[in-house]
């Protein structure tokens, strides 16, 4: 199982982004699949969770701004940000157990992570 997440950048407040998970070792549709975000020295912050059959479970912190989507031809998952703010300002990464379908799901495995850096 390999998650690769791409897509992060710099970028000003109220801008966008779009974060990619490239997953192989396993079909995204199968699973839940999570995002979630980390500051040094801070606790992992779960954002948003992708069922197996496309319910989806969001974090109030991201709800309305931040949203999930899977494109099982290329076996990615990604995760639109919009409106973004300082406060976003993290490593962003995806995961799954490939166990679960439901959410929540746990973090067995994980990619490098991609920065995301949100300037005021």
């Known amino acids: 199982v390999q998650l690769v997440e791409s897509g992060g950048g710099n970028v000003q407040y109220g801008g966008s982004l779009r974060l990619s998970c490239a997953a192989s070792?396993?079909?995204?549709?199968?699973?839940?699949i999570a995002w979630f975000r980390q500051v040094p020295w801070k606790e992992r912050e779960s954002l948003v969770c992708?069922?197996?059959?496309?319910?989806?479970v969001y974090a109030d912190s991201v709800k309305g701004r931040f949203t999930i989507s899977r494109d099982t031809a290329r076996n990615t998952v990604y995760l639109q940000m919009d409106n973004l703010k300082p406060e976003n300002t993290a490593k962003y990464y995806c995961s799954t157990d490939t166990i679960r379908r439901v959410c929540p799901v746990g973090y067995d495995f994980w990619g490098q992570g991609t920065q995301v850096t949100v300037s005021s």
């Open positions: 070792g396993f079909t995204v549709g199968d699973y839940a």
């Open positions: 992708l069922a197996s059959d496309g319910r989806t």
